[in-house]
């Protein structure tokens, strides 16, 4: 079946560096990816929505500078968390939709971001 | 906007016992409903969806009712086990599941 992978699945970082998350459909090209920002004990936040070819649509209240998001290719979006600082440790979520139809988004499973 | 609203949790039950977790949501014109499931340490997997009012989803025992009258998608499952311990999401989608609204999860836990 379709699989996303994310990468890395953990990642601990010292504030103010920038940390990149990878996010890979698998076994089919998705011209769109979105990211979801998970705090503990809470529901998945729409992010934005990363479109191959274009620039990423951000929902009302992201940074954009510092949430970078790439789309370069079918199979591949990026987050970059620039100038990291402690409240941006999260679980971070890709997802990626084959476009077809009746599809079902497919998820990664996560990248859990800490911040020092 | 469009929301989801789920009933709080955790809920505790017992090995074989009946589950219901009750969702609800606020949308324009007729969003496809899903229920996804986050097993500990992973990612989301759509548990099942339905598209249109009265239809059912269902998946390993679980299923949901698209109730449009009550603006209700509630879980059930008739007799749960300890594997079915994970984190549920109740989610809408106004372009058949392309961008999801989730509601803010119920974990579930079952005991032997």
């Known amino acids: 079946g379709a699989v996303v992978s994310q990468h890395p699945s953990w990642v601990i970082c010292k504030s103010g560096t920038s940390v990149k998350i990878e996010c890979r459909s698998l076994?089919?090209?998705?011209?769109?990816m979105f990211w979801y920002r998970q705090f503990p004990k809470q529901s998945l936040m729409l992010m934005a929505t990363?479109?191959?070819?274009?620039?990423?649509?951000?929902e009302q209240g992201v940074e954009k500078d510092k949430f970078l998001i790439n789309h370069a290719s079918l199979t591949l979006s990026t987050l970059t968390v620039t100038s990291a600082h402690p409240e941006d440790s999260s679980f971070y979520i890709c997802?990626?939709?084959?476009?077809?139809?009746?599809?079902?988004?497919?998820f990664g499973n996560g990248t859990r971001l800490t911040v020092t | 906007g469009d929301s989801v609203t789920q009933m709080e949790g955790p809920v505790t039950l017992s090995e074989e016992a009946f589950l219901t977790i009750n969702c609800t949501y606020t949308a324009t014109g007729y969003p496809s409903l899903f229920w996804y499931v986050q097993y500990p340490g992973e990612g989301l997997q759509l548990l099942l969806k339905?598209?249109?009012?009265?239809d059912k989803g269902s998946n390993k025992g679980f299923e949901a009712t698209y109730r449009k009258e009550t603006t209700s998608f509630h879980l059930e499952k008739g007799s749960v086990q300890v594997s079915d311990s994970a984190v549920y999401f109740c989610?809408?989608?106004?372009?058949?599941?392309?961008?999801?609204?989730f509601g803010q999860g119920t974990e579930l836990s079952v005991k032997p």
């Open positions: 989610a809408l989608s106004q372009d058949q599941g392309g961008k999801l609204i």
């Open positions: 339905a598209t249109k009012a009265d």
């Open positions: 997802s990626a939709h084959p476009g077809a139809g009746n599809s079902p988004l497919h």
């Open positions: 990363s479109n191959e070819g274009s620039k990423a649509t951000y």
């Open positions: 076994d089919f090209q998705a011209t769109t």
